[in-house]
């Protein structure tokens, strides 16, 4: 038997701990190295292509507003301190790039209160338009919610947040762009993931825990926000602002190339420091959403059995387990947060290190007179923008990592092997039936399920599996739609080998009505018409007909619209729940139907009428039927009997109660069970 979910399972390069064993089957691959890391970023860089031109727009905004403050700022600054508080005359004016000379040019002869006008002018200028004000300090556009340090109340801010280092006009337009972007970006990766998740194999989501599966989307997918816009954002622009502060302190001060050399240093510095943490900090930020994923995990189960658990008096012991994953889970984003708590002091110091000398070096220049203190103002504006892009780009690799911990375990969930299709075929309309040669089944574990299987079941008859607990029905007919693939023998349809046939086409002609009854948050009519969006109210109706439901639809306020979750469906049996399901899988018209105990939930009454449907609706397809009850099988026109995933007999219920073998013992147990 190939099963993908098994074949291709990730590697197991690290322990696992206990929680990582708990919360998925497939986190197994808990230590990631620098090559692994890259890949990871990379891959997450990609969806670029999805957004490519809005991409650069952020891109070119993004770069602009940094790129104007940093050209504009400085320069009005050094004209207020040398020219209107120290009243230096403009014509001594010196130290200025070359594209600031008209500015000075024109206000030669203006009066100390006129060249304040003018500096005024170009400051409201810039909050108009920038958001930045001649004092060196800008504006910003933001939105963003209150927020922890763990990763689910951040993850709104990562998912509908925008940012702007602008403001005014220019930020407002960026802010909207990078919203937009951000959003899009976020719905198009949690798409994907939920499109894989459903496309999962029955053995993989059996496997997966829901509330591992839920953090994933929710709260590890948004994590690819600062990759997608860090790791061409930061290096691109860090290094192209450089070059333009570097620039502009040459043409000013093109004797004193200390000035801009002192600010490369801190770039070598803070990389050490960075590349020291980071696989400290991929280690546990993967932790910390592991520990998160299992109390998310623990509270999803804990609500979807909540009736067990009081029944079974367990809510001390359900308490105890949620707070001691929930206690682990705080320990574990604590880590992270003293963690980048210490990588940022360390990085203050060195900033502030940096900071004294370059402070020192250019005050020694003022007091020899190679400078002037509006100098001071400016090159100190100016020292902060060769500063920023060398620390942003020397710490980019540490501060990647922690995404890098999410986007894999994102990655491990797309990775899983969906249910391919084996063949490319499309099954024609089924006209015949199914037919089973020598089937076996073996699950990943190793066990046997089925052995041997050879049964034939044509449309027009009801067929009934039947037999002990684990007999092996359950199996056999997830076969047929093939949720599992059979491991060995052959299985067709109409002559049509299973694995040569298109999934959709395969199950666009079974439906499946389960055991366990799962109905929508939706109206009763929308969940009988799940299978057949375009239903009539006649289909609808006709089909709660068939399953005896009709009448108890009736009888509420709403009817048909009565919306079913919460409360409501809580005030349903689940016999009414079993007939909403079975209505459903009727309506749906598939050729082939399997309804597995079908009748485990309803009065013999209802039964009984549910029985003499069933029979009315096989004439122009096959039902299936999983049953212990011996009133639903009795009138089929196949009863195969089962045990230890074989089939011991075969026939219509005279016929093998007249063998006297299995099956009328089975029958005479009823019986007696029953007297």
Same mark, same amino acid.
């Given at each position: 038997?190939?099963?993908?979910?098994?074949?291709?399972?990730?590697?197991?390069?690290?322990?696992?701990?206990?929680?990582?064993?708990?919360?998925?089957?497939?986190?197994?691959?808990?230590?990631?190295?620098?090559?692994?890391?890259?890949?990871?970023?990379?891959?997450?860089?990609?969806?670029?292509?999805?957004?490519?031109?809005?991409?650069?727009?952020?891109?070119?905004?993004?770069?602009?507003?940094?790129?104007?403050?940093?050209?504009?700022?400085?320069?009005?600054?050094?004209?207020?301190?040398?020219?209107?508080?120290?009243?230096?005359?403009?014509?001594?004016?010196?130290?200025?790039?070359?594209?600031?000379?008209?500015?000075?040019?024109?206000?030669?002869?203006?009066?100390?209160?006129?060249?304040?006008?003018?500096?005024?002018?170009?400051?409201?200028?810039?909050?108009?338009?920038?958001?930045?004000?001649?004092?060196?300090?800008?504006?910003?556009?933001?939105?963003?919610?209150?927020?922890?340090?763990?990763?689910?109340?951040?993850?709104?801010?990562?998912?509908?947040?925008?940012?702007?280092?602008?403001?005014?006009?220019?930020?407002?337009?960026?802010?909207?762009?990078?919203?937009?972007?951000?959003?899009?970006?976020?719905?198009?990766?949690?798409?994907?993931?939920?499109?894989?998740?459903?496309?999962?194999?029955?053995?993989?989501?059996?496997?997966?825990?829901?509330?591992?599966?839920?953090?994933?989307?929710?709260?590890?997918?948004?994590?690819?926000?600062?990759?997608?816009?860090?790791?061409?954002?930061?290096?691109?622009?860090?290094?192209?602002?450089?070059?333009?502060?570097?620039?502009?302190?040459?043409?000013?001060?093109?004797?004193?190339?200390?000035?801009?050399?002192?600010?490369?240093?801190?770039?070598?510095?803070?990389?050490?420091?960075?590349?020291?943490?980071?696989?400290?900090?991929?280690?546990?930020?993967?932790?910390?959403?592991?520990?998160?994923?299992?109390?998310?995990?623990?509270?999803?189960?804990?609500?979807?059995?909540?009736?067990?658990?009081?029944?079974?008096?367990?809510?001390?012991?359900?308490?105890?387990?949620?707070?001691?994953?929930?206690?682990?889970?705080?320990?574990?984003?604590?880590?992270?947060?003293?963690?980048?708590?210490?990588?940022?002091?360390?990085?203050?110091?060195?900033?502030?290190?940096?900071?004294?000398?370059?402070?020192?070096?250019?005050?020694?220049?003022?007091?020899?007179?190679?400078?002037?203190?509006?100098?001071?103002?400016?090159?100190?504006?100016?020292?902060?923008?060769?500063?920023?892009?060398?620390?942003?780009?020397?710490?980019?690799?540490?501060?990647?990592?922690?995404?890098?911990?999410?986007?894999?375990?994102?990655?491990?969930?797309?990775?899983?092997?969906?249910?391919?299709?084996?063949?490319?075929?499309?099954?024609?309309?089924?006209?015949?039936?199914?037919?089973?040669?020598?089937?076996?089944?073996?699950?990943?574990?190793?066990?046997?399920?089925?052995?041997?299987?050879?049964?034939?079941?044509?449309?027009?008859?009801?067929?009934?599996?039947?037999?002990?607990?684990?007999?092996?029905?359950?199996?056999?007919?997830?076969?047929?739609?093939?949720?599992?693939?059979?491991? #060995?023998?052959? *299985?067709? @349809?109409?002559?049509? =080998?299973?694995?040569? /046939?298109?999934? %959709?086409?395969?199950?666009?002609? &079974?439906?499946?009505?389960?055991?366990?009854?799962?109905?929508?948050?939706?109206?009763?009519?929308?969940?009988?018409?799940?299978?057949?969006?375009?239903?009539?109210?006649?289909?609808?109706?006709?089909?709660?007909?068939?399953?005896?439901?009709?009448?108890?639809?009736?009888?509420?306020?709403?009817?048909?619209?009565?919306?079913?979750?919460?409360?409501?469906?809580?005030?349903?049996?689940?016999?009414?729940?079993?007939?909403?399901?079975?209505?459903?899988?009727?309506?749906? #018209?598939?050729? *082939?139907? @399997?309804?597995?105990? =079908?009748?485990?939930? /309803?009065?013999? %009454?209802?039964?009984?009428?549910? &029985?003499?449907?069933?029979?009315?609706?096989?004439?122009?397809?096959?039902?299936?039927?999983?049953?212990?009850?011996?009133?639903?099988?009795?009138?089929?026109?196949?009863?195969?009997?089962?045990?230890?995933?074989?089939?011991?007999?075969?026939?219509?219920?005279?016929?093998?109660?007249?063998?006297?073998?299995?099956?009328?013992?089975?029958?005479?147990?009823?019986?007696?069970?029953?007297?």
């Amino acid at each position: 038997m190939t099963d993908t979910a098994h074949d291709t399972a990730p590697r197991t390069d690290g322990p696992r701990t206990d929680q990582e064993s708990r919360v998925s089957g497939i986190d197994t691959h808990t230590d990631i190295d620098y090559a692994e890391a890259a890949r990871i970023l990379g891959r997450s860089f990609m969806y670029v292509r999805y957004f490519k031109w809005r991409y650069i727009a952020k891109f070119l905004m993004k770069l602009g507003s940094y790129a104007l403050p940093l050209a504009l700022i400085p320069w009005p600054v050094k004209i207020l301190t040398d020219h209107v508080i120290l009243g230096r005359p403009l014509a001594d004016a010196k130290g200025y790039p070359d594209y600031m000379w008209p500015l000075i040019e024109m206000m030669q002869g203006y009066s100390t209160l006129e060249i304040l006008f003018v500096l005024a002018a170009i400051g409201m200028t810039l909050v108009i338009t920038i958001g930045s004000y001649t004092t060196g300090y800008e504006d910003e556009v933001e939105a963003g919610l209150a927020q922890g340090h763990d990763y689910a109340t951040q993850t709104e801010n990562k998912i509908h947040g925008g940012h702007s280092t602008a403001s005014g006009i220019y930020g407002l337009v960026e802010f909207i762009l990078s919203t937009r972007l951000v959003q899009s970006l976020n719905h198009t990766l949690r798409s994907q993931i939920f499109a894989r998740i459903g496309a999962l194999s029955m053995t993989q989501l059996e496997d997966q825990r829901i509330g591992d599966s839920i953090y994933r989307v929710m709260y590890d997918a948004p994590q690819i926000n600062e990759i997608f816009y860090e790791l061409t954002h930061t290096p691109i622009m860090s290094i192209l602002l450089w070059i333009q502060a570097m620039i502009t302190v040459r043409s000013a001060y093109p004797d004193h190339p200390e000035i801009y050399l002192m600010t490369m240093a801190i770039l070598p510095i803070y990389f050490v420091i960075s590349t020291l943490f980071s696989r400290t900090v991929r280690r546990r930020g993967q932790a910390a959403r592991v520990a998160g994923a299992l109390t998310t995990s623990t509270i999803e189960e804990g609500m979807d059995n909540v009736l067990a658990v009081q029944s079974l008096g367990g809510n001390k012991h359900e308490k105890s387990r949620f707070e001691g994953d929930s206690a682990e889970s705080f320990a574990r984003f604590r880590s992270v947060a003293l963690m980048w708590f210490f990588i940022g002091q360390v990085g203050a110091v060195v900033g502030k290190l940096a900071e004294l000398a370059f402070l020192l070096f250019v005050l020694s220049l003022v007091i020899d007179g190679h400078l002037t203190p509006g100098d001071l103002a400016a090159l100190w504006v100016y020292f902060g923008y060769l500063r920023g892009p060398a620390m942003s780009l020397s710490i980019l690799w540490v501060r990647l990592q922690d995404n890098v911990a999410a986007m894999r375990r994102v990655f491990a969930m797309l990775d899983l092997a969906k249910e391919d299709d084996l063949g490319d075929i499309n099954l024609p309309p089924i006209r015949d039936g199914i037919k089973l040669s020598n089937v076996g089944l073996v699950y990943p574990d190793g066990r046997r399920a089925l052995d041997g299987i050879s049964l034939e079941a044509n449309v027009g008859q009801i067929v009934a599996l039947v037999g002990p607990t684990g007999a092996g029905k359950t199996s056999l007919a997830y076969l047929v739609p093939r949720f599992h693939q059979a491991s #060995e023998g052959m *299985i067709t @349809i109409d002559g049509h =080998p299973v694995d040569t /046939l298109r999934l %959709e086409s395969l199950r666009d002609q &079974v439906t499946y009505v389960f055991q366990e009854t799962q109905l929508f948050s939706d109206s009763i009519r929308d969940n009988i018409r799940y299978g057949k969006l375009d239903a009539s109210q006649e289909e609808v109706e006709q089909g709660a007909r068939t399953a005896g439901i009709h009448d108890f639809i009736q009888s509420l306020p709403e009817g048909y619209d009565t919306t079913l979750g919460g409360s409501t469906s809580s005030r349903l049996s689940v016999g009414q729940k079993q007939r909403i399901a079975i209505a459903r899988g009727l309506l749906r #018209e598939s050729r *082939i139907l @399997i309804l597995d105990e =079908p009748t485990s939930a /309803l009065d013999p %009454e209802t039964e009984q009428y549910l &029985v003499q449907s069933l029979h009315e609706a096989a004439k122009d397809r096959l039902v299936i039927i999983i049953a212990h009850r011996l009133s639903t099988i009795a009138h089929a026109d196949k009863i195969v009997f089962m045990e230890d995933g074989r089939i011991r007999e075969q026939g219509s219920h005279n016929e093998l109660i007249a063998l006297g073998g299995h099956y009328k013992a089975f029958v005479d147990l009823q019986t007696t069970i029953a007297g």
